[in-house]
């Protein structure tokens, strides 16, 4: 058994070496021995499975949305130089981060389309923020397709699970929207008319004639105004202070 393993990496160590040097010299290889030294097992350890879908996605959300701002909201990498906040529904009834990103996966799409997704507690808990794997990287939306696709590039994509032409987003979903929105508006500089909903963008009937994107703006501008949007300390409700509103620009 151990000589077939060290065999078998051998022949690994053959397939995955540089194509020239394995077409040139396949001949001229000594043959294979079986008590080489144990290093050579090393190479028949197979390597780590690609990551799993679940791991592709974060849920650095929190229980309590009020509590701060989430470390996983920050990238750690240079921001993309965003302008729109654009908002969808998921138009199922239930799912989250995972779901639409297996979902989309099977579409043959890259990975989660979304930056954000804020559950409904069915997958993930009422209000929960969910942060996508398109976040760290600061990657383009794959959420809202034009033909310039200008919403896609520097569009913040945020998708609230439900189907808001049948039911109303929660209150907790409403207010971990108008948080996050909030926070995002005003590291990015991004004024409330630059938060749209999908159908602003293009015909279709996303985010639901149930979601008032209406309120969104006005919560979030109203939170902004308040000096909480990024300020943990306010954020869990403390007094507010002066307005800074160097995001309404
Ligand atoms: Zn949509």
């Known amino acids: ?117 804020i559950g409904n507690g069915t997958d993930t808990p009422d209000g929960m923020v969910e942060v996508g794997s398109r976040w760290p990287k600061q990657k383009y939306g794959a959420h809202c397709k034009t033909p310039d696709n200008r919403y896609n590039e520097y569009g913040i994509g945020i998708c609230l699970v439900g189907n808001f032409d049948n039911t109303r987003p929660t209150p907790a979903q409403m207010k971990a929207l108008a948080r996050l929105t909030a926070y995002l508006m005003q590291t990015y500089r991004i004024p409330a008319s630059r938060v749209i909903g999908h159908g602003d963008a293009k015909p279709t009937d996303c985010p639901g004639h149930n979601m008032s994107v209406a309120s969104v703006r006005r919560m979030a501008q109203a939170i902004v105004d308040s000096g909480a949007a990024t300020d943990p300390a306010l954020a869990r409700g403390s007094a507010g202070s002066i307005g800074n509103a160097s995001a309404n620009q």
């Open 1 to 117: 058994m151990v000589q077939r393993l060290v065999f078998a990496g051998l022949m690994i160590l053959v397939g995955v070496g540089c194509q020239t040097t394995s077409q040139r010299s396949a001949s001229s290889l000594p043959a294979p021995t079986f008590d080489a030294p144990p290093v050579t097992l090393r190479a028949a350890v197979p390597p780590p499975p690609p990551a799993a879908p679940t791991q592709a996605v974060s849920a650095s959300g929190q229980a309590n949305p009020s509590s701060g701002v989430p470390r996983g909201w920050a990238p750690p990498v240079k921001a993309r130089p965003w302008r729109w906040i654009v908002i969808h529904h998921s138009a199922t009834d239930h799912g989250g981060a995972k779901a639409f990103d297996k979902m989309h996966r099977d579409k043959g799409w890259d990975e989660l389309g979304y930056h954000f997704v």
